[in-house]
């Protein structure tokens, strides 16, 4: 699953470097690749604008969450960008498919090779991330964006619940419920239901197949009825006959 996330986030990567026209992208954000659910792993794309008419953005640094911390954590590729992945000890280990994971991914560096983000566009980096959390309905992330002039600029302020967005938020990915209950539910609810249906069909067929014998049944008596009639009848006029001829004769 993890694999083929990442291979459609690397077509993605590949065209990241999008001309920035919407104050939408004004600061760091993440957003994740189809949907990012609670206790599974999903591809989250950080997407980094350029703020600035004469500098570039030339190195990005994500700080994961040590309250959340995840366990697997595998940056992408981008073309034009070196990375450097730095793990830390954890204050308590984590359990993950049975294995206990002492160490995680605290924080993922991508420095340009060249240009890095020009001013007026946008870069997209993505990363495969899990596993998320169960108990929390987001995931917040610190970004640290350095410009080729030296300036740095830092996205690591949290929003209050009810308060109006600060001027340098950090990244936040909002998590989904988990919905493989609600699907294994569906597959047995449809397995009924089509067996339902097969039965339904069969009793409608075997309805049809008796039904349709009574028909033929009723036509052949009918016929026979009718042959039967149509013979008394003539044997009647025959019988009549017979007595008129006698009764002339006579």
Do not use: C
């Given at each position: 699953?993890?694999?083929?996330?990442?291979?459609?986030?690397?077509?993605?990567?590949?065209?990241?470097?999008?001309?920035l026209?919407?104050?939408?992208?004004?600061?760091?954000?993440?957003?994740?690749?189809?949907?990012?659910?609670?206790?599974?792993?999903?591809?989250?794309n950080?997407?980094?604008?350029?703020?600035?008419?004469?500098?570039?953005?030339?190195?990005?640094?994500?700080?994961?969450?040590?309250?959340?911390?995840?366990?697997?954590v595998?940056?992408?590729?981008?073309?034009?960008?070196?990375?450097?992945?730095?793990?830390?000890?954890?204050?308590?280990?984590?359990?993950?498919?049975?294995?206990?994971?002492?160490?995680?991914?605290?924080?993922?560096?991508?420095?340009?090779?060249?240009?890095?983000?020009?001013?007026?566009?946008?870069?997209?980096?993505p990363?495969?991330?899990?596993?998320?959390?169960?108990?929390?309905?987001?995931?917040?992330?610190?970004?640290?964006?350095?410009?080729?002039?030296?300036?740095?600029?830092?996205?690591?302020?949290?929003?209050?619940?009810?308060?109006?967005?600060?001027?340098?938020?950090?990244?936040?990915?909002?998590l989904?419920?988990?919905?493989?209950?609600?699907?294994?539910?569906?597959?047995?609810?449809?397995?009924?239901?089509?067996?339902?249906?097969?039965?339904?069909?069969?009793?409608?067929?075997?309805?049809?197949?008796?039904?349709?014998?009574s028909?033929?049944?009723?036509?052949?008596?009918?016929i026979?009825?009718?042959?039967?009639g149509?013979?008394?009848?003539?044997?009647?006029?025959?019988?009549?006959?017979?007595?008129?001829?006698?009764?002339?004769?006579?």
């Amino acid at each position: 699953m993890k694999v083929s996330r990442l291979a459609a986030a690397a077509a993605v990567a590949g065209s990241a470097v999008l001309v920035l026209s919407s104050p939408a992208f004004a600061h760091v954000t993440v957003q994740p690749e189809g949907t990012a659910a609670k206790g599974g792993y999903a591809v989250v794309n950080f997407r980094v604008p350029n703020e600035r008419d004469n500098a570039s953005t030339t190195k990005l640094e994500i700080n994961f969450p040590t309250d959340h911390p995840l366990s697997s954590v595998l940056p992408q590729e981008v073309p034009g960008w070196k990375i450097a992945v730095t793990k830390s000890k954890l204050a308590k280990p984590l359990e993950v498919h049975g294995q206990q994971i002492s160490e995680a991914v605290s924080k993922v560096t991508w420095t340009a090779e060249d240009k890095g983000i020009e001013p007026g566009y946008i870069q997209q980096f993505p990363v495969s991330v899990g596993v998320l959390p169960e108990d929390a309905d987001e995931v917040v992330f610190k970004a640290i964006q350095t410009y080729s002039n030296k300036e740095v600029v830092r996205w690591i302020e949290v929003q209050a619940e009810g308060a109006e967005e600060p001027d340098a938020p950090a990244p936040v990915l909002t998590l989904s419920d988990a919905s493989d209950g609600h699907s294994h539910g569906s597959s047995t609810d449809d397995a009924s239901d089509d067996s339902d249906d097969a039965e339904a069909t069969a009793a409608t067929s075997e309805a049809s197949d008796s039904s349709g014998g009574s028909d033929t049944t009723a036509r052949v008596l009918g016929i026979v009825g009718i042959v039967v009639g149509a013979a008394g009848v003539a044997y009647g006029v025959l019988a009549g006959r017979r007595r008129t001829a006698t009764g002339d004769a006579s």
